[in-house]
């Protein structure tokens, strides 16, 4: 990739890990591109296939090999030959543990970290099941996945050293955590309330313990991703906060330079849930 020099931000010698991405447009893309920019070092966790899988169908396991390599290939398109990347299951504690123990052994240690990672089972084949029709485990899962994973992923980096004193965390969240939406996002509303939610509460104790920041930012609706363009009716929110935003909405290089600020400074800011939409969430 052809490096620019980053106008604002030097984050030479600091070192990021960031999950999420699944191909060359995901908003995980953008942060760890403009993270490179600015000088930092990336190691990027994506879901792939792990030996704590078990019982899987062949659909599940190509599904996971297929995603771990598509993960690779955007990585090799989109960022330097130098960025490490893991297979990991962020539902999956055992998954997550090996991964902090591999990375505690190479000797790398962590400023900050990205979670970009979600799921909802109950938006599929384009559509979305009501939420009174929600079954327990799709409850669940969507909480495990896109909510709890920030506590567990934190946790076994802490257990296992790798984060720095003053590092930073951020979460992608969404202002259907809080509203309901004009498009459905029912279940997965539900766990980025929760995630959010984490993301305060993780402040206050990270924060007394390590000097340690914990954010999220809510993005504009953005159908160019994978979780995005799954999502029924994200079509029209586009177009319906394209037009109602004061600024139309955020790109996603606008969403990752507020990353990288608080990556990189932002020193005092933490527990906070920010909005990265061209202003779409003042509206009424
Ligand atoms: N697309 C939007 O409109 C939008 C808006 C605001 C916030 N967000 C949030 O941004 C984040 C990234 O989404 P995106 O739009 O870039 O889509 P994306 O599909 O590129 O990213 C979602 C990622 O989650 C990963 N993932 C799912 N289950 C996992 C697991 N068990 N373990 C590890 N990784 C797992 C996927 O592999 C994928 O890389 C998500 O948290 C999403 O909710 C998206």
């Known amino acids: 990739m052809m490096q620019k020099e980053s106008p604002v931000l030097n984050m030479a010698g600091r070192t990021f890990l960031i999950t999420g991405i699944a ?61 490490t990347s893991y297979a990991v299951d962020l539902s999956l504690d055992a998954s997550i543990d090996d991964m902090c123990k591999a990375l505690a052994h190479s000797g790398v240690r962590f400023d900050g970290v990205l979670h970009s990672v979600a799921m909802d089972k109950t938006i599929r084949g384009g559509t979305a099941v009501p939420l009174l029709e929600t079954t327990r485990e799709e409850f669940l899962s969507a909480m495990d996945v896109s909510a709890y994973s920030l506590l ?87 177009e319906r906060c394209e037009r109602e935003s004061p600024l139309g909405n955020a790109k996603a290089s606008d969403l990752a330079e507020l990353c990288a600020f608080l990556f990189a400074a932002g020193h005092g800011i933490t527990g906070q849930i920010l909005h990265v939409d061209g202003g779409y969430s003042i509206r009424g």
């Open 152 to 238: 567990a992923l934190t946790r076994s980096m802490l257990s296992a050293g790798l984060l720095n004193k003053g590092a930073s965390i951020i979460a992608l969240s969404y202002l259907g955590a809080e509203r309901v939406m004009h498009h459905p996002y029912r279940n997965i509303g539900v766990a980025k309330a929760a995630l959010e939610r984490m993301a305060r509460e993780l402040a206050q104790e990270l924060g007394v313990s390590d000097n340690i920041r914990v954010n999220a930012v809510r993005f504009s609706p953005y159908t160019g991703s994978k979780a995005g363009g799954a999502i029924p009716g994200l079509q029209e929110a586009v």
């Open 23 to 83: 191909d060359q447009a995901s908003l995980a893309m953008s942060v760890a591109q403009t993270l490179e920019i600015a000088g930092a070092r990336l190691v990027v966790a994506g879901l792939g296939r792990t030996e704590h899988h078990r019982n899987l169908s062949e659909k599940s396991t190509a599904f996971l090999d297929r995603t771990f390599q598509g993960m690779q290939e955007a990585v090799q398109a989109g960022l330097s030959s130098d960025v």
